[in-house]
Nanobody, 113 residues
Framework: QLVESGGGLVQPGGSLTLSCATS?????MAWYRQAPGQQRELVAA???????RYADFVKGRFTISRDNTKNTVYLQMNSLKPEDSAVYYC????????????WGQGTQVTVSS
């Protein structure tokens, strides 16, 4: 089970930290987002070895991390832009696993003045 939290309304240039709590040991995980009318896209991923990778559109602004003791994955988002507005989800890393887990409800991020 995946439970995302931490979303909200923030002004452009602001910051948010999202959390993804899992019910078990976290593996290679990723954050995804889906804006209205658009397909879900991968934002950032972190392996069990803590190696990370990012979509070009968030490089230098977002940081993914994990706390294995809490079975939680985080996404620190800085310098937010209106185009970052979307529902953010976490799940297994699609670059590592061919089959993902069930999707949670996600957490809404809205960047607006």
């Amino acid at each position: 089970q995946l439970v995302e939290s931490g979303g909200g309304l923030v002004q452009p240039g602001g910051s948010l930290t999202l959390s993804c709590a899992t019910s078990g040991t976290i593996l290679s995980m990723a954050w995804y987002r889906q804006a209205p009318g658009q397909q879900r896209e991968l934002v950032a991923a972190i392996g069990s070895d803590r190696i990370t990778r990012y979509a070009d559109f968030v490089k230098g602004r977002f940081t993914i991390s994990r706390d294995n003791t809490k079975n939680t994955v985080y996404l620190q988002m800085n310098s937010l832009k209106p185009e970052d507005s979307a529902v953010y989800y976490c799940n297994l890393d699609s670059g590592t696993y061919s089959r993902l887990g069930s999707w949670g409800q996600g957490t809404q991020v809205t960047v607006s003045s």
